[in-house]
């Protein structure tokens, strides 16, 4: 099973591939199982994470913990078919991504009651993600100062290199759809929201005079956001067995000897996330919801960026959960969710550029005083914007603050970082998602637009893609 054919064509030269294989399908049968027997889709979910941990951490032993388990053939093969199932199960639902912005923010804007204010909400958005994630780089600075990061460090440079850095002007710029067609094919997400809102309003303005000419585009428009809702909804109908592909890939594709050296990192991090989603939960609470229904209601979101690592393919499902769990209007959902998809991200934007820069710092002896704090949060909560929500998006981040912090020149220093991204990635996404959320939910309390009977499960949001 060497030749070209098995090797570089099927990637099945190890028996070891075939058993592995075999166990997924046969835990995808598990799971239709529990579909059948009507297994609430939270408790798959749980039930998939459990599943794909475990089954991540069963080929790492039987490749014997390796250093470069990639470069094992039966685990890269593996990585590869998995992949299949996994990283294919995000595509569908990032197809699903700019479509469903595009006609959302037109129909929400076409459908907005006399009196209610599209700047207003932007507004509200901007500010609690703003607000959010320079929490979140406090909370950063002070897990990243506790646990002393960098201090004594015995990582040396490697071969990381500091990503290009654009300057606040060209981000800004660049987030303007000079070319909307360009825009949804490279999935500029603010850019489709701003050209839609221009359609929207427009379509709005020519209602009070041309409404019989304008009536069929706004028909084209319900029909086809009715059409791609249904499709959303059967996407989302395959995530559980999505998410044991999705962390079996990524924790057998990570070695555990290559998280040991930088094992105080990963602690403080994933403290820090810790922390912030608990401010979240109060934030909730001071709004005067039930944080732990809020979670609940929530959940399937949560799981699926953990696994998935993409807040910008988690959105079809961030979307629907505030709209048919929480009860929140679908306008303002689908506007917060894709705003707070590119900016704002309270663990890539906040947490982590601001536990990096302190553990840099620590690393080439530069003074952490007030004045390096303030310009940390400050560069930390501009920088927020315009990062998009997919995977890899954190080390811009970095890039971006360690360049207006002065660091830049330091940046192989983190190499070791990098190297354990993906493992890091999931906690930050996970609270990305749930920034996003909060946001949500905030911001369309102040508007009033909270179902409570729906967020407490008291009736059923109607099914508008049946």
């Not at 798959?44 to 599943?51: C, D, F, K, N, V």
């Not at 706004?218 to 809702?229: C, M, Q």
């Not at 690393?363 to 501009?382: E, K, N, Q, R």
């Not at 493992?423 to 996404?429: H, V, Y």
Request: aromatic content about 8%; overall charge neutral.
């Amino acid at each position: 099973m060497q030749s070209s054919f098995f090797k570089d064509f099927l990637y099945l030269t190890d028996v070891k591939t075939l058993i592995f294989i075999a166990i997924l399908l046969g835990l995808f049968f598990v799971m239709k199982q529990l579909e059948k027997k009507k297994v609430k889709f939270s408790t798959r979910m749980l039930s998939a994470t459990g599943i794909g941990l475990v089954l991540g951490l069963l080929i790492q032993f039987v490749g014997g913990f390796p250093d470069a388990p990639l470069e094992v053939p039966f685990i890269a093969e593996i990585n590869k078919w998995y992949g299949l199932f996994a990283n294919g199960f995000m595509d569908l639902l990032k197809m699903l991504v700019v479509p469903l912005i595009f006609v959302s923010i037109i129909r929400v804007i076409i459908n907005m009651k006399q009196g209610e204010n599209l700047g207003k909400l932007t507004a509200r958005t901007l500010g609690t993600l703003i607000g959010t994630t320079a929490i979140a780089a406090i909370i950063g600075l002070i897990v990243g100062n506790a646990f002393q990061l960098g201090v004594g460090s015995n990582l040396i440079a490697g071969d990381a290199s500091i990503r290009e850095v654009s300057s606040l002007v060209d981000t800004l710029r660049g987030l303007i759809p000079s070319n909307p067609v360009e825009a949804m094919a490279s999935g500029n997400v603010v850019a489709v929201v701003i050209f839609a809102a221009f359609l929207g309003l427009a379509t709005k303005r020519q209602t009070k005079k041309y409404y019989d000419i304008v009536k069929p585009f706004i028909d084209l428009v319900e029909a086809f956001y009715k059409i791609i809702l249904s499709v959303a909804m059967t996407i989302i109908k395959w995530m559980p067995y999505a998410v044991i592909a999705l962390l079996a890939n990524t924790i057998a594709g990570r070695g555990v000897a290559a998280l040991a050296e930088v094992i105080d990192f990963i602690i403080a991090l994933y403290l820090a996330v810790a922390v912030m989603f608990g401010v979240h939960l109060i934030l909730i609470a001071v709004n005067g919801l039930n944080p732990f229904r809020y979670v609940k209601n929530v959940l399937d979101a949560l799981v699926l960026a953990f696994t998935s690592r993409s807040s910008l393919g988690t959105l079809p499902v961030s979307i629907e959960k505030l709209t048919e769990n929480v009860g929140l209007d679908n306008g303002i959902a689908t506007f917060v969710g894709s705003l707070g998809s590119n900016a704002g991200m309270n663990g890539c934007a906040g947490i982590y550029p601001a536990m990096v820069a302190i553990m840099v710092a620590n690393m080439t002896g530069t003074p952490i005083d007030m004045t390096f704090i303030i310009m940390l949060v400050i560069m930390i909560a501009l920088a927020s914007f315009g990062i998009a929500g997919l995977p890899g998006s954190a080390t811009m981040a970095i890039s971006v603050v360690l360049s207006g912090m002065g660091l830049g020149e330091y940046f192989p220093l983190v190499a070791g970082i990098i190297a354990i991204d993906p493992i890091l990635d999931m906690g930050r996404t996970m609270l990305n998602v749930n920034g996003t959320l909060v946001t949500a939910v905030l911001v369309g309390k102040s508007f009033n637009q909270i179902d409570s009977d729906i967020f407490y499960g008291r009736k059923q949001a109607p099914t508008e893609q049946e």
